[in-house]
């Protein structure tokens, strides 16, 4: 039996801000998670133990540096960080900016739905998108110096 191509070997995984010949960020379309990020390793490997002790590091400082711009513009109340790939096997990380009047707050985004987020607050959340991502082409810009 064949595997099916990789969805994320194959498409961008969202709007790429950043690729350099490691990784990619992209700032994922989800209505409810304006600011949620994901960062991309571009080639295909399913678990971080699956790259080089050098490689790792270089994606962990990655998301750490998606993390604090995240947390800088977004101004959440918490960041959820998860690397799961149980749907797409693929190593990526998800940067999700999390507010207690989110949808799914405490639960993670994938959980039970908890209520209807105010779509005035969405809307200034939505707002920040360009702030966010020129934060985050600053940070990494400036590390290619």
């Not at 960062?39 to 490689?55: C, F, G, Q, Y």
């Not at 995240?70 to 960041?79: A, C, D, G, L, T």
């Not at 799961?84 to 989110?102: A, F, M, S, T």
Request: a negative charge; glycine letters at 4%.
């Amino acid at each position: 039996m064949k595997e099916a191509p990789c969805e994320l070997c194959i498409q961008p995984g969202g709007d790429v801000v950043y690729r350099d010949d490691n990784y990619r960020i992209v700032l994922v379309d989800d209505e409810r998670y304006p600011g949620f990020c994901r960062v991309i390793w571009n080639a295909h490997a399913k678990e971080m133990t699956d790259l080089s002790t050098a490689d790792r590091a270089i994606l962990i400082a990655a998301v750490w540096q998606v993390e604090e711009a995240v947390r800088e513009v977004m101004q959440p109340h918490k960041v959820n960080v998860a690397s799961l790939g149980n749907v797409v096997p693929h190593l990526h990380w998800h940067i999700i900016p999390r507010y207690e009047d989110d949808a799914h707050f405490p639960n993670p985004i994938w959980g039970e739905v908890k209520r209807t987020p105010d779509s005035a607050e969405l809307a200034r959340r939505k707002a920040l998108m360009p702030r966010l991502r020129e934060a985050l082409l600053d940070r990494f810009e400036s590390s290619l110096l």
